[in-house]
């Protein structure tokens, strides 16, 4: 049967298209425009040409910050992906434990990113916090404000605590669509649990790890509000990130042209990565 | 309507009817020769004529800031490279 194509299904996507346009497309414009020029306020710009992109590129600040993300978001991914897998695996499938996990699971979700931010600054203090505190009568010397050690595990942890449910429910989600059958033909062939994982779970949660992955890494290249709260960016420039220098830049410093150049380079390092992530996953599946 | 607080410019006013005429042109396209031309090409994976568009206004964003940062602020060779780069795309992608 030839396949009917209806280009005025198109017109069903016009709603959607108004409120990006309103929410993405004209605020991103406006940073275009911004990028471009120079202002002191009062509606007031000057053209710059390409002189604020150059700027940055040039900066070993946005270097730095730029290298702090990657390794920030690798460190996530690596951590963050296989042990929602694990616990995923683990989780109960029937009785009262799925609703008591799925709770518990999603209750990190659900608190608001400052509130998360001051719970570990108030966490992590050695003369208030239970983990500051703990870690100091044990005799190790932790302290997230001065060290800057400290302050990478101190974030790293705090949003494994954080995001790691995230990758749990989605990979729970994708655990439980899997057919009983499945696991009784695994079961006849004298499969072990490694190859049950290997050859059953694993390909049928590929799809959901995916959005996992792609969440995850977007998220973490993009997180601001946590660290900002917990370190300010310290020790020194040890947890400044790119958001986080971003924010300095447009509303500290009001460089609104500098910023709006910055926002602009990482759109679009968050553009290549995800889309490179995207193609090399979707690829790999659609050839098997 | 007053657009002000856009801080419009000329150059980027053309910039983004240059994605707007891109874009039309798709659509165009498409109406004329639905289903999007998929393809296997150099890269080995499948691409619509939608995907190769996206992967040459990426890359030309990519060019124009390697150009910026790595030999000077005259972009006029990097908007040059990138059209040769967007064809290459559209014929071997």
């Known amino acids: ?288 | 309507m007053d657009f002000s607080w856009m801080a419009w410019t000329l150059p980027t006013a053309l910039f983004f009817l240059t994605i707007l005429a891109l874009l039309v042109c798709m659509a165009v396209w498409e109406y004329v020769s639905p289903g999007g031309n998929p393809r296997i090409g150099i890269l080995r994976f499948e691409t619509t004529r939608g995907d190769r568009l996206f992967v040459s206004l990426l890359g030309a964003a990519f060019i124009h800031l390697a150009w910026l940062g790595l030999i000077g602020p005259n972009v006029w060779w990097a908007l040059a490279l990138s059209i040769v780069y967007a064809v290459g795309v559209f014929k071997l992608v």
């Open chain 1, 1 to 288: 049967m030839e396949k009917t194509w209806n280009n005025k299904a198109w017109f069903m996507v016009l709603p959607v298209l108004v409120l990006v346009a309103f929410s993405a497309v004209i605020p991103l414009m406006t940073v275009v425009n911004y990028s471009v020029q120079d202002t002191f306020g009062n509606n007031e710009f000057f053209w710059a040409g390409t002189d604020w992109f150059t700027d940055v590129l040039e900066s070993d600040r946005f270097w730095d910050a730029l290298i702090r993300n990657l390794i920030f978001s690798g460190i996530i991914l690596t951590i963050e992906i296989p042990l929602g897998i694990l616990i995923a695996l683990n989780m109960p499938k029937k009785g009262l434990g799925v609703p008591v996990c799925l709770v518990l699971m999603a209750l990190p979700l659900l608190i608001p990113w400052n509130v998360v931010g001051t719970i570990w600054q108030v966490f992590g203090r050695v003369d208030i916090g239970l983990l500051g505190y703990a870690l100091a009568a044990l005799g190790i010397n932790y302290n997230y404000v001065n060290n800057v050690f400290d302050a990478w595990v101190t974030l790293i942890v705090m949003d494994i605590w954080h995001w790691t449910s995230l990758v749990v429910l989605l990979c729970y989600a994708g655990l439980v669509s899997i057919p009983d059958a499945y696991y009784q033909a695994a079961k006849i062939d004298g499969a072990s649990r490694w190859s049950v994982f290997r050859y059953i779970q694993l390909p049928k949660m590929k799809r959901v790890l995916l959005i996992a992955f792609l969440l995850r890494f977007m998220d973490s290249f993009m997180i601001y509000t946590e660290p900002f709260v917990v370190t300010g960016g310290g020790p020194g420039n040890a947890t400044t990130f790119l958001s986080i220098d971003l924010v300095k830049m447009a509303v500290g410093q009001f460089d609104l042209g500098p910023a709006a150049a910055l926002s602009i380079i990482y759109f679009l390092i968050i553009l290549l990565l995800s889309w490179i992530f995207y193609t090399v996953m979707t690829t790999s599946d659609a050839q098997k």
